[in-house]
C-alpha cells in the first residue's frame, strides 16, 4: 500500500506497510453511516489541529453532499438546531473521547449516546471515533501536507 499524499517526516506506509495497511483495513472495516462518519472525522480533526484530516474528511463531506453550513457549524453543534439528536449525541461522544485526559467519557454522555444508539450502531460510533484519533495522531506527528486529496482517492486501496 503506497500514500501519494506527501509527508514531510515519515511515510508510514511505505516503512510499515503491514501496520499501515492493517490501520486502514480496520477503519473501514467500520460500518457507520457516511453523514455522521464525517462528522465526528471533522470534529475529532478540529479538536486534535489535524489540517490533513480536516481537509479529507471536509471534501468527503461535501463530495458526500453535506452542506457547507452545517460543516461550518460543527464547531458549535451544541448551539445550532442544524444537528438531530443522534448527530448531537455522536458529536458529544467524540469530544468526549477525544478529549479523554478531560474527565474521561462522563455517564451523561455516554447514557445520551447509549439513547440513540443500539449497541452495534454504538460499537462501531466508539470505533470510529478511536479509528479517527489514531490518524490524526499519525498524519500529525508524520506531518502529513494537507491540500493533495481528492475525494474517494483512497477507495480503491480497500
Not at 5 to 16: C, D, F, K, T
Not at 71 to 77: F, G, K, N, S
Not at 100 to 110: C, F, N, Q
Request: hydrophobic share 45%; net charge negative; glycine share 4%.
Amino acid at each position: 500500500m503506497t500514500n501519494p499524499i506527501p509527508a514531510h517526516r515519515l511515510q508510514l506506509a511505505e516503512h510499515a506497510p503491514r501496520a499501515y495497511g492493517a490501520m486502514f483495513r480496520f477503519s473501514t472495516s467500520i460500518e457507520l453511516d457516511e453523514g455522521l462518519r464525517n462528522l465526528i472525522d471533522i470534529r475529532a480533526s478540529q479538536i486534535n489541529g489535524c489540517a490533513f484530516c480536516l481537509d479529507m474528511h471536509w471534501k468527503d463531506a461535501r463530495a458526500a453532499g453535506e452542506s457547507e453550513e452545517r460543516l461550518a457549524m460543527i464547531p458549535a453543534w451544541r448551539e445550532s438546531p442544524l444537528f438531530d439528536a443522534r448527530e448531537a449525541a455522536a458529536l458529544a461522544l467524540t469530544e468526549a473521547i477525544t478529549l479523554i485526559s478531560d474527565g474521561h467519557v462522563p455517564d451523561d454522555v455516554w447514557e445520551a449516546a447509549s439513547a440513540q444508539f443500539d449497541q452495534d450502531e454504538l460499537a462501531h460510533l466508539v470505533l470510529a471515533i478511536t479509528a479517527i484519533n489514531a490518524w490524526n495522531r499519525m498524519s500529525i506527528t508524520t506531518r502529513v501536507e494537507p491540500g493533495h486529496y481528492q475525494p474517494g482517492m483512497f477507495a480503491t486501496q480497500a
